[in-house]
């Protein structure tokens, strides 16, 4: 029996760089596949092809305060997760990239409460290997991580560098580019050890898990 269509949202930068690419990819694919794909940034990615049945655009203005001295772009873009998980009743955010992306659900999923999103966060490697060397960066960072329901990384030396960094540990899942696309909807199988310890914790709300072939 077939699960359920899920309710996703994707945050990834617009870019023609490699995250933007493999999110637009897996979106686009998850639409296919029937499920309900919500992007949010702040400009319309490049390899999103819109219209598209089951693929939804929120475009993130920052926010041109005078009382900041720059214009600020992860609280924006926090609010309007928030906004879209309540009204539509997201099941799943999946953000690529630790800052701002995951920081960003982190903080809707606070302001959603009992009802929010479970969060996956995928690592592509200057989130951590630079900006987690930064002071500045690293403690929200660590944070960022320890409080998403699942952690994947697009190569296994990212996994490892990833787990020996932070003072809390984690596991992180590693997926290839190429297998992450070929992506399922299904029930949580125990006996399935390669899916079964991200599928555990995004299960518990659900009863059912978006998970990846590894």
């Known amino acids: 029996m077939e699960s359920a ?12 760089g490699g995250s933007g690419i493999l999110a637009t990819a897996l979106g686009s694919e998850l639409a296919r596949r029937g499920h309900e794909v919500y992007f949010f940034s702040y400009a319309l990615p490049v390899r999103l092809d819109l219209p598209q049945e089951g693929l939804h655009f929120h475009r993130i203005v920052f926010a041109d305060n005078t009382l900041f001295p720059c214009p600020d772009y992860t609280l924006p873009l926090a609010v309007k997760m928030a906004e879209v998980a309540r009204s539509q009743r997201l099941d799943l955010f999946h953000v690529h990239y630790a800052v701002p992306h995951a920081l960003a659900a982190c903080l809707a999923s606070q302001i959603v409460g009992t009802s929010a999103p479970r969060i ?18 690293r403690t929200a960072i660590e944070h960022a991580l320890v409080h998403s329901d699942a952690v994947t990384a697009v190569s296994e030396s990212l ?11 984690f596991d992180v899942i590693s997926a290839s580019t190429t297998n992450f696309l070929c992506c399922t909807c299904r029930i949580c199988d125990p006996l399935n050890a390669s899916t079964y310890c991200c599928a555990r914790l995004l299960c518990r709300r659900t009863g059912r898990a978006f998970v990846c072939s590894f």
């Open 120 to 137: 996956v966060t995928t690592l592509h490697g200057s989130d951590t290997t630079l900006l987690g060397q930064d002071p500045d960066y």
């Open 5 to 16: 269509p899920l309710k996703i949202g994707i945050a990834c930068f617009p870019l023609i």
């Open 159 to 169: 996994r490892k560098q990833t787990q020996g960094e932070p003072a809390k540990k």
